[in-house]
C-alpha cells in the first residue's frame, strides 16, 4: 500500500503561484505511475494531471500551460506547480499513485486546500 502525504496548499491572489508536494513511499517516483488531482465539496473528483509509468505527463485542458507536474527522484517527492492562478482552481488538491489515469489512481494522500481569490 502506499503512502502519500501532500503539504503547500494555502491561499493565493489570482495570478499568483503555488507549488504543491507529495512525499510517496515507498515505491519511487520513477517507478509509480502518479497524478494530482482536485475537488470542490459536492462535486466529482478532477483530474489534474498524470505522468504514466513510460514518463508521459496527459493534463486536463483547463489547467494546460499553467501547471507542471514533476519529481524529485532523490527525494522520492511529487510536485505540482501551479503558475497564473485562477478562481476557478480552488479546491481540494490530492496526490495519487499506483495505475493513475486522469479519471483516477488506487492510492489517495488526504489532500491540501488551495484557495484562489481575487
Known amino acids: 500500500q502506499e503512502q502519500l502525504v501532500e503539504s503547500g496548499g494555502g491561499s493565493v491572489q489570482a495570478g499568483g503561484s503555488l507549488r504543491l508536494s507529495c512525499a510517496i513511499s515507498?515505491?519511487?517516483?520513477?517507478?509509480?505511475?502518479v497524478g494530482w488531482f482536485r475537488q470542490v465539496p459536492g462535486k466529482e473528483r478532477e483530474g489534474v494531471g498524470f505522468?504514466?509509468?513510460?514518463?508521459?505527463?496527459t493534463y486536463v485542458d483547463s489547467v494546460k500551460g499553467r501547471f507542471t507536474i514533476s519529481k524529485d527522484v532523490a527525494k522520492n517527492v511529487l510536485y505540482l506547480q501551479m503558475n497564473s492562478l485562477e478562481n476557478e482552481d480552488t479546491a481540494m488538491y490530492y496526490c495519487?499513485?499506483?495505475?493513475?489515469?486522469?479519471?483516477?489512481?488506487?492510492?489517495w494522500g488526504q489532500g491540501t486546500q488551495v484557495t484562489v481569490s481575487s
Open positions: 515507498p515505491l519511487p517516483v520513477t517507478r509509480n505511475s
Open positions: 495519487g499513485a499506483r495505475h493513475c489515469s486522469l479519471l483516477r489512481c488506487d492510492f
Open positions: 505522468v504514466a509509468l513510460n514518463g508521459s505527463t
